[in-house]
């Protein structure tokens, strides 16, 4: 079993950052690709980025390109999420979730993870 604990979410105004951090405890002596998700009111969970279990491997939603880095520290069991130029749109709870795998295998669709935090809230408004 695996536990993830998302934080850093916040209310930012457009244009600004945030960094969120998902950290994992349990049995973390495998390998996992991690995972970020988010939901808004009234729309599905979708895919924002993901990295391999190695760090080598990182694939982003269209919407984030550019925007959002995703890196991972496995000394500390944790990764992060570091958002720029935030939109409104982006207004959502983030979700941290992980698989696991080895060498650079990714993974984009949400019934692929197998544990999930509990979500952080992250609102752009001005």
């Known amino acids: 079993q695996v536990q993830l604990v998302e934080s850093g979410g916040g209310l930012v105004q457009p244009g600004g950052s945030l960094r969120l951090a998902c950290a994992a405890s349990?049995?973390?002596?495998?390998?996992?690709?991690m995972g970020w998700f988010r939901q808004a009111p009234g729309k599905e969970r979708e895919f924002v980025a993901v990295?391999?279990?190695?760090?080598?491997?990182?694939y982003y939603t269209d919407s984030v390109k550019g925007r959002f880095t995703f890196s991972r520290d496995n000394a500390k069991n944790t990764v992060y999420l570091q958002m720029n130029s935030l939109k409104p749109e982006d207004t959502a709870v983030y979700y941290c979730?992980?698989?696991?795998?080895?060498?650079?295998?990714?993974?984009?669709?949400?019934?692929?993870?197998?544990?999930w935090g509990q979500g952080t809230q992250v609102t752009v408004s001005s």
């Open positions: 979730a992980a698989r696991g795998t080895t060498g650079g295998m990714v993974f984009m669709t949400a019934h692929d993870y197998t544990y």
């Open positions: 349990g049995r973390t002596s495998r390998s996992y690709a």
């Open positions: 990295i391999s279990a190695t760090g080598g491997s990182t």
